[in-house]
T-cell receptor, first 112, second 113 residues
Framework: DGGITQSPKYLFRKEGQNVTLSCEQN?????MYWYRQDPGQGLRLIYY???????QKGDIAEGYSVSREKKESFPLTVTSAQKNPTAFYLC???????????FGDGTRLSIL | KQEVTQIPAALSVPEGENLVLNCSFT??????LQWFRQDPGKGLTSLLL???SQREQTSGRLNASLDKSSGRSTLYIAASQPGDSATYLC????????????WGAGTKLIIKP
């Protein structure tokens, strides 16, 4: 079955530590996205990539970094510069702009 | 700047009722509008996508309508079931900002058996 796989499901970060969230898709989609979800708020876009080796900042990119070396993979690193990283992180992918986005099951990041 | 609002934030109805969820947006120049469902602790599942040239889309017991002139979309759920309990989010895609989605905060729906 085609889909998006996010790992790990739960992640704990120590102060001063960088952590990386994995996102893999086998839908052959060109575009991939990272969102942050906080309770009671809509999804906020962190980074997106429309093609391999290219990505753009979203609304809340500070303290985060990404890479897009392969079409299937779009990992997100939460750096120590992100002072409030506790949230639910969602990865998505899509084909053309007139097609819906498909989502993974998310990674919940907490601070130790 | 596009803003998307979903009211109410939470809704509880008895099983079997027909219900309507609302989504409003401030800029009528949209590319499409999507409705998603999110179960607790899970990712989002796409329910319906309405292109800007369309007025409605249907899938099973779900019907979504779009009125760009008034900046509104509704998601109609017929004969609600306990399994419909979830958070429903709408998102608007504009013609600018590289076609990014602008999200509402969602309506948490509880269907009481």
């Amino acid at each position: 079955d085609g889909g998006i796989t996010q790992s790990p499901k739960y992640l704990f970060r120590k102060e001063g530590q960088n952590v990386t969230l994995s996102c893999e898709q086998n839908l052959n989609h060109d575009a991939m996205y990272w969102y942050r979800q906080d309770p009671g708020q809509g999804l906020r876009l962190i980074y997106y990539s429309q093609i391999v080796n290219d990505f753009q900042k979203g609304d809340i990119a500070e303290g985060y970094s990404v890479s897009r070396e392969k079409k299937e993979s779009f990992p997100l690193t939460v750096t120590s510069a992100q002072k409030n990283p506790t949230a639910f992180y969602l990865c998505a992918s899509s084909g053309q702009h007139n097609q819906p986005q498909h989502f993974g099951d998310g990674t919940r990041l907490s601070i130790l | 700047k596009q803003e998307v609002t979903q009211i109410p934030a939470a809704l509880s109805v008895p099983e079997g009722e027909n219900l309507v969820l609302n989504c409003s947006f401030t800029d009528s120049a949209i590319y499409n509008l999507q409705w998603f469902r999110q179960d607790p602790g899970k990712g989002l599942t796409s329910l319906l996508l309405i292109q800007s040239s369309q007025r409605e889309q249907t899938s099973g017991r779900l019907n979504a309508s779009l009125d760009k002139s008034s900046g509104r979309s509704t998601l109609y759920i017929a004969a609600s079931q306990p399994g419909d309990s979830a958070t429903y989010l709408c998102a608007v895609r504009g013609w600018d900002s590289n076609y990014q989605l602008i999200w509402g905060a969602g309506t948490k729906l509880i269907i009481k058996p």
